[in-house]
């Protein structure tokens, strides 16, 4: 068995853990509607050019732009229009010289035009204002070829890559692929993640905590950013502190999922079994304890086959941050998302000094507030056993690495839960 709790910069050890998934889970087909922040399977290319027609930017007036050379205010164009497209329909109006058509926004032009004048621009000659073709228009300003018209294949050109694989797909995304007529996008299959807790102290939420137990906090924190995530979390219940009966739980519950998290049973102590437990679910196994964070030092990140395995402290507040940093991406990557999506970040002025080590990234729980100068980031101080610290929080200062504390008034970056 290797040497454990030598521990690792936070980047290094989610590259470590990242580098030895290379598969990624089998595709399912779906209905687009239904696809919102799922992982795109395969590249998505475009059946046909978007727009399939040329289309008017504006309500207005097809016409030959040349027609409308040297036009002003002084010196308009005097130009016969001979017809409409009605939304919807087809353009069967031929334009020669000297002749415009109406059309509408989003409506289709005739073949003969080259551009549209905004009826902005233009003024109906010794006529109602609704007056119906023929009648004479003033056009008071030149349009250029193109003006105020999207081409064919302007949007997107026929077959071109619309989507790339491991793309999530955003509420624009689902809207351009059902623009297209895809009804249907091959997506990659949620992860399933299986969640242990451990400890013969943690009792279910729904029991009664008595003297020296306490409630299960992590297997819902920890299934609730699985969520977030994209992931399918599966519920193991509580092991207790027992060698044989963690392994078999451990064993049962990875081999009907793609990932596993044990929450507690992480920290360098005779009682805990987390990483003689990973070692033996396969190879490769552990590959580190310990990350150079506060809190969660003592977090477990090992890999059995293609399916990563993290064993989380058990202090509610180590066991988010940590999950965050090492389950989180790990979802993205079994899904095929090679750089998972940054969570919010802002800039604010701190609020408090923070105490910290350098060689050591710390995560503090923040309150904002926002004020005439900006936003302000307030610590919310407390240990990492306490849930509320979070609860009272919006999100998390980052001490860099290298930073031996931050002082009150400094710019911090704060990750928005």
């Known amino acids: 068995m290797p040497e454990f709790f030598n521990v690792l910069p936070p980047d290094d050890a989610r590259e470590l853990l990242l580098s030895r998934l290379t598969a990624v889970l089998s595709s399912e087909t779906i209905a687009t509607e239904d696809a919102l922040e799922r992982v795109t399977a395969a590249p998505v290319y475009a059946p046909h050019a978007l727009p399939a027609f040329r289309r008017s930017t504006m309500d207005g007036y097809a016409v030959r732009a040349a027609d409308t050379y040297g036009a002003s205010g002084s010196l308009p164009a005097f130009l016969q229009v001979i017809g409409e497209v009605p939304m919807g329909q087809a353009a069967n109006v031929e334009l020669k010289t000297g002749d415009a058509a109406i059309v509408h926004t989003g409506g289709m032009i005739p073949e003969t ?10 003024q109906i000659v010794g006529a109602a204002l609704h007056a119906r073709p023929p009648f004479e228009i003033e056009v008071m300003k030149a349009v250029a070829v193109g003006q105020n018209v999207l081409q064919v294949g302007e949007d997107v050109a026929e077959q071109a890559e619309i989507l790339p694989a491991g793309h999530i797909l955003r509420p624009q995304d689902l809207g351009g692929l059902l623009a297209l007529g895809i009804t249907e996008v091959s997506v990659t ?75 507690a049973g992480s920290s360098v102590s005779v009682r805990d079994m987390t990483v003689e437990v990973i070692e033996g679910l396969g190879e490769p196994g552990v590959l580190l304890h310990g990350v150079a964070t ?53 800039w604010a002025t701190l609020g408090k000094n923070i105490a910290s080590e350098s060689g050591r990234e710390d995560y503090i729980p923040a309150k904002l507030a926002e004020g005439v100068g900006g936003l302000t980031a307030v610590p919310v101080f407390g240990k990492s056993n306490l849930i509320y610290t979070l609860v009272n929080a919006d999100g998390l200062i980052k001490v860099p690495l290298n930073k031996a504390g931050l002082l009150a008034g400094e710019q911090v970056e704060v990750r928005l839960f």
């Open 189 to 263: 299959r949620r992860p399933r993640v299986a969640i242990l807790a451990t400890g013969d102290e943690v009792v279910a939420p729904d029991k009664w905590a008595g003297p020296g137990q306490i409630r299960d906090i992590n297997s819902y924190t920890t299934a609730g950013l699985v969520r977030q995530a994209g992931g399918v979390p599966v519920l193991g219940g509580i092991v207790p502190d027992n060698f044989n009966a963690l392994q078999a739980a451990a064993q049962k519950a990875l081999a009907e999922a793609d990932m596993l998290v044990m929450s």
């Open 113 to 122: 035009a080259d551009a549209v004048v905004q009826v902005e621009h233009t």
């Open 294 to 346: 506060r809190p969660g030092k003592p977090t477990i990140v090992g890999v059995v086959g293609q399916k990563p395995v993290i064993g989380l402290p058990g202090n509610p507040v180590s066991a988010m941050v940590q999950f965050d940093m090492f389950g989180t991406p790990a979802i993205y990557r079994l899904q095929g998302v090679q750089t998972p999506p940054r969570r919010g970040l802002v």
